[in-house]
C-alpha cells in the first residue's frame, strides 16, 4: 500500500520575516529532499481543506482561535510571543495544516494508505490549549490523537514525539487521558527550550501514567536515541498496544542544527521511524501518521525527512507484499 503524502505550496505562504527560523524555505527542502531520491512521486498525494474553527476549539479554547485569526487580520507581527512570528494568512494556513493531519489520518484509517507523512507548517507541539508558543498555532498532532479517538473510535492512541524539544503543548492537552499515550524523547529541559518534559512528568488525573518523557543529555548521537527507544520507548509502546501511532516528527536533533545540541544522523531518524514502524505493525495494523515539527538546518531536515519517509515507504510495500 502508498504512503499518504499531505503537502500545499499554501504551507510556504505562512511568512515569518527575514531571519527567523521556521522559514517556507523549511518545505522547499523537504520537497528538494524527497524529489532527490526518488520518493516524492512514489507517495500518494492527498486532497485536503482546512479544518473548521468549531474543530480547532475541540482541543484549544474559542478565545484563543478568535485571537489567531484575528491577530492575523490585523496584521500584528507576532501570536502571543515573538517567536510565533505570523503574516495575514498565518491562521488560515495554520487551519490548513490541521485539515491535513485529519486527512491523514482518516486515510490510514479507511485503508486508502499504509501510512502518511503530513508536511506541513506551522508546525504544532509547542501550542497550548490557550497560547502560541514556539512557533506553533495549533496543536497538529494533539488534535490528530483526538480526532483518531473521537471520530473514528479507537481506545487507545500513542504520540511519539522525537522532536528535540519537548513537546509541552501536545503534554499539557492530552495528559489528562487514559486513551492516548503521550511519549516525548528530547533534549534535557535544563538549557533546552521551552523547559519542560522532566522524567517524572508522567500524567494527571485519569492520565497518571500516560505521559512518558525521556529527556536526553545534550551531546547524544544515534547510538544514546537507539538505546532509549529499546529500553524506554518501546516496550512502553508495546504494553500499551496503540491502535494508531502519531509521530511528532521534528528533525532538529540533527548534529548540524543550530538550534540544540544533539548529534542525531539521517540514520539515526531511520532507524527510530523504523521501531515505530515495527510497533505500529504488532499492534495497528500498520497504522502511523507523522506530522512534520521542527527542523532548521534545511541539509539536515532535507536527509532526515528523507530517509524518515523511506522508511514509511518501505513499511508500505512490505505489507503489501505480505497481503
Wanted: hydrophobic share 45%.
Amino acid at each position: 500500500m502508498p504512503t499518504g503524502f499531505v503537502y500545499s505550496d499554501r504551507f510556504r505562504d505562512h511568512d515569518t520575516g527575514a531571519g527567523h527560523p521556521e522559514r517556507p524555505d523549511r518545505l522547499r527542502a523537504v520537497e528538494r529532499g524527497l524529489k532527490e531520491r526518488g520518493l516524492w512521486d512514489r507517495l500518494r498525494h492527498l486532497a485536503f481543506a482546512e479544518a473548521s474553527r468549531d474543530r480547532l476549539t475541540w482541543l484549544h479554547t474559542p478565545a484563543y482561535v478568535e485571537r489567531a485569526f484575528e491577530t492575523c487580520a490585523a496584521g500584528r507581527p507576532y501570536l502571543d510571543v515573538p517567536d510565533s512570528a505570523v503574516c495575514d494568512g498565518s491562521a488560515d494556513i495554520a487551519a490548513l495544516a490541521v485539515g491535513g493531519v485529519l486527512r491523514a489520518v482518516e486515510a490510514v484509517m479507511a485503508g486508502e494508505v499504509a501510512n502518511a507523512f503530513c508536511a506541513v507548517r506551522p508546525p504544532g507541539h509547542h501550542a497550548e490549549a490557550d497560547r502560541s508558543m514556539g512557533f506553533c498555532l495549533f496543536a497538529n498532532a494533539a488534535l490528530a490523537a483526538d480526532a483518531a479517538v473521537v471520530d473514528h473510535g479507537l481506545e487507545r492512541v500513542a504520540v511519539v514525539d522525537f522532536d528535540v524539544h519537548h513537546g509541552n503543548g501536545t503534554q499539557h492537552l492530552l495528559e489528562h487521558r487514559a486513551d492516548v499515550l503521550c511519549v516525548s524523547v528530547h533534549q534535557h529541559p535544563d538549557g533546552c527550550y521551552p523547559g519542560t518534559g522532566d522524567a517524572d512528568e508522567a500524567g494527571t488525573g485519569d492520565g497518571a501514567g500516560f505521559t512518558l518523557n525521556v529527556p536526553l543529555a545534550p551531546g547524544g548521537g544515534d547510538a544514546v536515541y537507539a538505546a532509549a527507544f529499546a529500553e524506554r520507548v518501546v516496550p512502553r509502546l508495546d504494553a500499551f498496544k496503540p491502535q494508531l501511532v502519531v509521530v511528532s516528527a521534528g528533525f532538529d536533533a540533527a548534529a548540524a542544527d543550530p538550534l540544540a545540541q544533539m548529534n542525531l544522523s539521517a540514520a539515526g531518524f531511520a532507524a527510530m521511524t523504523e521501531a515505530l514502524v515495527g510497533v505500529a505493525q504488532r499492534h495497528a495494523g500498520g497504522r502511523l501518521v507523522s506530522v512534520l515539527e521542527g527542523g532548521y538546518d534545511l541539509d539536515a531536515l532535507a536527509d532526515g525527512v528523507a530517509a524518515h519517509v523511506q522508511a514509511l515507504v518501505a513499511a508500505g510495500r512490505a505489507a503489501e507484499s505480505a497481503t
